[in-house]
């Protein structure tokens, strides 16, 4: 069974940044996918980035193109998430999950992971 911290959540002025980290323990093979969710109040679950432990395929929702840097370090099983300029509509509950490799073209997708971290509130606000 995995095991997640996640860290890095907080409140922020709007263009500011911020850094989400998040630590798995428990992987029995070496070959996964790591992706960010962010879930708003009453709205669904959305894929933020993703990234594998294989290769370098990274995905990012159109939403946080250009802003948003997905990061991996195999050696910690670490995934960061570094978020720059940040919007009002930024805010959420962001969740770390893993899944197989198989899925890493399609890794924005909530329903193909099967594990999942705590969460940690990231408010975006003036």
């Known amino acids: 069974q995995l095991q997640f911290v996640e860290s890095g959540g907080g409140l922020v002025q709007p263009g500011g940044s911020l850094r989400l980290s998040c630590t798995v323990s428990g992987f029995t093979r070496d070959d996964y996918v790591i992706g960010w969710f962010r879930q708003a109040p009453g709205k669904e679950r959305e894929g933020v980035s993703c990234?594998?432990?294989?290769?370098?395929?990274?995905s990012y929702a159109d939403s946080v193109k250009g802003r948003f840097t997905i990061s991996l370090d195999n050696a910690k099983n670490t995934v960061d998430l570094q978020m720059n300029s940040l919007k009002l509509e930024d805010t959420g509950v962001y969740y770390c999950a893993a899944t197989q490799w198989r899925w890493i073209n399609n890794c924005l997708n909530a329903a193909h992971y099967e594990s999942w971290g705590q969460g940690t509130q990231v408010t975006v606000s003036s």
């Open positions: 990234t594998s432990s294989r290769d370098t395929i990274t």
